[in-house]
């Protein structure tokens, strides 16, 4: 079936940095969009960045500047570093893969707090 697995989440002052992988298996990811949504507490899931299959990056006004999404060699795996953390930033992080059909991981945790 088909997978996308988030890791790299924590607990990072603010400031910190983190760096955010998902690993998708399952089919052939090779002309998918894949990019990084988050979730707070009460609030609807909003896009953070996201790469097309050539490489084109998209981000949030919020985090430009700040995050960068990168994508590997065989374009089953995607990074997020995210660079000079903001409590604001704090959320679970979803990884997405979009094509005919979207796919959702289950989210990693990201909480940025002195």
């Known amino acids: 079936q088909v997978q996308l697995v988030e890791i790299g989440g924590g607990l990072v002052q603010p400031g910190g940095s983190l760096r955010l992988s998902c690993a998708a298996s399952?089919?052939?990811?090779?002309?998918?969009?894949m990019g990084w949504y988050r979730q707070a507490p009460g609030k609807q899931r909003e896009l953070v960045a996201r790469?097309?299959?050539?490489?084109?990056?998209d981000y949030a006004n919020s985090v430009k500047g700040r995050f960068t999404i990168s994508r590997g060699s065989s374009k089953n795996t995607i990074i997020l570093q995210m660079n000079n953390l903001k409590p604001e930033d704090t959320a679970l992080y979803y990884c997405?893969?979009?094509?005919?059909?979207?796919?959702w991981g289950r989210g990693t945790q990201v909480t940025v707090s002195s």
């Open positions: 997405n893969a979009v094509l005919l059909e979207t796919y």
């Open positions: 399952g089919t052939t990811f090779s002309l998918y969009t």
């Open positions: 790469i097309t299959d050539g490489g084109s990056p």
